[in-house]
């Protein structure tokens, strides 16, 4: 595949998760975040099993064999990560939850290094120390001598507990590196549909919603829930992780100028707290000397 044709799939992706954020925050108002997250996923599960079946043509008994991690995924990733994000939309604004979002892949680095052994050099841990910040900044509105206070906005710390849930995602997402991507996600989000079942139908079924907000629930169980995905996972075909992962960064902006075209405003802590963030993720997503020789001689191999 061409490299244009890739990076405008990465561009896609993460504009398309940036509308999350803000098209998130309205619907919210309108439903709970249990049903929201319900809802997002059962518009897209009628689409990811026939796209990964086009796409990857999987032999899904292997795929179904995994089910205990992808219940476990599914819990994690599908459930509790999108119900704290749109928890955290109910107190907070769509620009701070994305760049609180921002540290995620420092957070995930760190946490790889604690759990996993994997390396982590001095410009990767001046990348987090940069990255977090840059998080202080915003959670703190510039005023970083409030750390130790307790008046913190309770989304902004939602948001932050929702990217630890993200990070474990992730880090168990590792152990599936043989099972397509796109129809492990397919999987867990049937999995997690049947868990959620339940709660939703306690809680009441019946949405009384207006146009914007039906139209932003379609936009969020279509575009976030399988167009990024898809349009990620075909890149990372391509290119690395770590490479793509610096993309990640775009989701910030994508929703700063989302937010602008909607009439809302960007303070100057934000912007600046973004660009510690994005430095610092750049840093922390940098490959050492040694793992960058290594990955040259695998090449080779």
Same mark, same amino acid.
């Given at each position: 595949m061409k490299k244009h044709y890739i990076i405008l799939f990465l561009i896609l992706a993460n504009l398309f998760w940036a509308g999350n954020y803000v098209f998130g925050k309205f619907v919210v108002a309108e439903m709970s975040p249990l049903q929201l997250t319900f809802s997002r996923w059962l518009i897209a599960v009628f689409l990811l099993f026939p796209i990964?079946?086009?796409?990857?043509?999987?032999?899904?008994?292997?795929?179904?064999?995994?089910?205990?991690t992808l219940l476990v995924m599914s819990v994690l990733g599908i459930i509790?990560?999108?119900? &704290? !994000?749109? #928890?955290?939309?109910?107190?907070?604004?769509?620009?701070?939850?994305?760049?609180?979002?921002?540290?995620?892949?420092?957070?995930?680095?760190?946490?790889?290094?604690? &759990? !996993?052994? #994997?390396?982590i050099s001095l410009k990767n841990s001046l990348g987090l120390i940069i990255s977090l910040l840059g998080v202080l900044l915003v959670l703190t509105k510039g005023q970083l001598e409030q750390i130790f206070q307790l008046d913190y906005n309770q989304g902004d710390l939602i948001m932050l507990l929702a990217i630890l849930v993200w990070t474990f995602y992730s880090i168990i997402g590792k152990k599936l590196k043989t099972t397509p991507p796109i129809s492990a996600t397919a999987v867990s989000v049937f999995l997690g549909l049947v868990i959620l079942l339940p709660f939703v139908l306690m809680s009441g079924i019946e949405y009384q919603l207006s146009q914007p907000a039906v139209i932003g629930l379609l936009y969020i169980g279509i575009f976030p829930s399988v167009g990024s995905f898809i349009f990620w996972n075909v890149s990372l075909r391509h290119i690395g992780a770590g490479r793509a992962g610096v993309f990640l960064n775009l989701i910030a902006v994508f929703t700063a100028i989302l937010s602008l075209l909607l009439g809302k405003t960007i303070t100057s802590v934000q912007i600046i707290g973004g660009i510690l963030v994005f430095i610092g993720v750049y840093l922390t997503s940098q490959k050492t000397n040694k793992d960058a020789a290594e990955s040259s001689i695998r090449k080779r191999a």
């Open positions: 990964a079946h086009w796409i990857e043509r999987p032999d899904w008994k292997k795929v179904w064999r995994e089910w205990k509790a990560y999108n119900f &704290l !994000l749109y #928890e955290a939309l109910r107190f907070t604004t769509s620009m701070n939850a994305a760049l609180v979002n921002s540290i995620n892949p420092a957070v995930i680095v760190l946490f790889s290094a604690l &759990l !996993l052994k #994997e390396r």
